[in-house]
């Protein structure tokens, strides 16, 4: 086997899922953090779907149109990386991936190594949420075969939640006519 391709796969990855959230954000600091530790490679993953979904585009295909959206999730990812470092990180190899596919599905696909290590950012709570869109960080857990990691979401996130709730509440009330 080559020399080179012997390294490339001795060295362990860090497979993390980068969507531009805080959270997301956070994960990416986490793992690069990881990768200077222990001299391990960084994959920032950003996964995306048209919009519509898949049946959506099955239905009504557009290959301008998923061109372009291709085109936003890789703008979405290095928009990411900037606002996290200003590029990319220094002392840390780093590739950015955009997938096409569901995030948690992707993520696990992409981590295939028993000696990868997957990160994510641990998305907010609440039901209705779960309902509507499943967990990604569960999906991980669940399915991957390497260990993961699930960021919690910085605490200026979570305040901005609460508040964010908060208002919403007040304002609902407000607009409630009295009886």
């Given amino acids: 086997m080559d020399e080179a391709l012997r390294e490339e796969r001795a060295t362990r990855r860090i497979v993390v899922g ?3 959230s805080l959270g997301s954000l956070a994960a990416l600091h986490m793992a690069v953090d990881e990768a200077r530790r222990t001299s391990s490679e960084v994959l920032a993953v950003l996964a995306w ?7 959506g585009y099955r239905l009504a295909p557009c290959p301008p149109l ?4 291709r085109e936003s999730a890789v703008a979405r990812l290095r928009e990411a990386l900037d606002e996290a470092f200003g590029g990319a990180p220094a002392g840390v ?5 955009v997938v096409r596919g569901d995030t948690g599905p992707a993520l696990v696909r992409l981590a295939d190594r028993a000696d990868d290590l997957l990160v994510v950012g ?3 709570g609440g039901v209705l949420r779960r309902v509507l869109r499943p967990s990604v960080t569960r999906h991980c ?3 991957a075969r390497c260990p ?12 901005l939640e609460a508040l964010h709730r908060r208002n919403s509440w007040h304002l609902r009330t407000a607009m409630t006519p009295s009886h």
């Fill in 18 to 20: 980068v969507g531009g």
């Fill in 49 to 55: 779907l048209p919009q519509g979904g898949e049946h």
């Fill in 66 to 69: 998923l061109a372009s959206w």
């Fill in 93 to 97: 190899r780093l590739s950015a991936v």
């Fill in 122 to 124: 641990a998305g907010s």
């Fill in 141 to 143: 857990v669940e399915h």
């Fill in 148 to 159: 993961v990691v699930a960021v919690p979401r910085p605490t200026l996130q979570r305040e």
